[in-house]
């Protein structure tokens, strides 16, 4: 037998993605000011951007990340436990912990590098990971890359997460859920899943990439919505890209947990750190998450818009009260047609296809922030009008 050429299985592979309309090219972002992009020599209006809070263009975030290389440099020089570990990470990850109640904190590159390392370094063989079905991609591949048995229980269903773990008592467990779910905008039912973790003696860990910042007091997350806390949710991960207008993730739990992800996870021990002037940057970011509740108050009013307005023209809302506002299309061909139309009329809003959501629940997923405006809103719509057929049933909003 002849052995596979890779250039044949990657054009084999192409070829199928052609045929069902899902190629994933990438698209150039010339500059951005707020929620104004230029594409191709165009300027749009982005409706497909994380930055919810505005806070990745603040002059406060830049100022503090330049003066910060200009002192450290602009990389860490090495590993966290080697060259890499600088006093501006260490008083971030003090900030956080302060913040959010937790005794210790760990800053990673990425919340994909956080949930890796968490994984491998807590889970092995003849452990037990539950996780919903709609977790993001880089849960599920840690506890794949863990060796453990991995079970998915369908989206938001708490009878099944407590079914799945009762039907396994050896090993250790871990119960692991999104906050807020990153393609649907709904939150976990976390009170819930801590009573469940609680029963079942397993340790719920939630990653809040999509609620910190934007949800509860002080945009302390969806844990501070539930009224949980270390103690119901002994490890907690707050991805940097979302709220805070930057990059990397910072892990939060005991002294115990974090000192054993820090000494023996491998995508953290044999990364460089990240660059200090970050740290210093989303420090930053930090002090005007606590200080500016208007930022969180014009965001909910920007949603309830969008969500007005949407179920007044039949549009097919999901229940999302968060800024992330799906628009399910179903097929692959329709969500790109609808994103093109859109952008034809100055607006950028991607098409979200398998496998990032599940076949046939193609989308246009339409993210808010507080750089939109009301005119952007309202233009938004006019154009989601005449791009998508409306819905038989609107949802309320």
């Known amino acids: 037998m002849s052995r596979i050429r890779f250039t044949d299985r990657v054009n084999l592979a192409r070829a199928d993605r052609t045929a069902r309309d899902a190629l994933r090219p990438r698209r150039e972002i010339e500059g951005r000011e707020g929620a104004r992009v230029l594409v191709d020599g165009r300027q749009l209006t982005s409706f497909c951007g994380n930055d919810y809070l505005g806070l990745g263009q603040h002059l406060d975030v830049v100022s503090a990340m330049q003066e910060a290389a200009a002192w450290h440099g602009v990389g ?98 871990m119960l692991a859920t999104d906050g807020v779910f990153s393609m649907d905008g709904d939150a976990a039912p976390l009170a819930d899943l801590a009573l469940v973790a609680r029963a079942q003696d397993a340790l719920l860990y939630v990653d809040d990439a999509h609620g910190i910042g934007v949800l509860g007091p002080e945009g302390r997350g969806s844990l501070a919505v539930a009224g949980l806390g270390a103690r119901e949710v002994p490890l907690l991960l707050v991805p940097l890209g979302k709220a805070f207008g930057g990059q990397g993730a910072v892990l939060l739990g005991s002294d115990a947990l974090i000192g054993h992800v820090a000494e023996t996870a491998r995508p953290y021990l044999f990364s460089t750190a990240p660059a200090p002037a970050m740290a210093a ?94 005119a952007d809103v309202d233009g938004l719509l006019a154009a989601l009008s005449e791009a998508v057929k409306p819905a038989a049933d609107p949802v309320p909003a």
Not at 157 to 172: I, K, P, T, Y
């Open 281 to 374: 940057a989303m420090r930053a970011s930090l002090r005007l998450i606590r200080k500016e509740s208007w930022r969180r108050a014009k965001l909910a009013s920007v949603v309830m818009r969008f969500r007005r307005g949407a179920s007044a023209r039949g549009l097919p809302l999901q229940e999302s009260f968060t800024p992330i506002q799906p628009i399910v299309l179903g097929d692959n061909a329709s969500a790109l047609a609808a994103a093109r139309a859109l952008e034809e009329r100055g607006y950028l809003v991607t098409a979200i296809r398998p496998p990032t959501v599940p076949e046939g629940q193609a989308r246009l997923r339409v993210t808010l922030s507080v750089d939109h405006g009301e």
């Open 76 to 173: 860490s020089t090495g590993s966290p436990l080697v060259t890499g570990h600088h006093a501006e990470h260490a008083r971030f990850e003090r900030e956080m912990a302060e913040w959010l109640g937790y005794e210790r904190a760990l800053f990673f590159g990425s919340g994909y590098q956080a949930n890796l390392a968490v994984m491998q370094s807590l889970l092995e063989a003849g452990d037990t990971c539950v996780q919903d079905k709609l977790n993001h991609a880089c849960l599920i591949d840690g506890a794949r890359l863990a060796g453990c048995e991995l079970k998915r229980y369908p989206h938001a269903d708490v009878e099944a997460a407590m079914r799945q773990l009762m039907a396994r008592r050896d090993g250790a467990a």
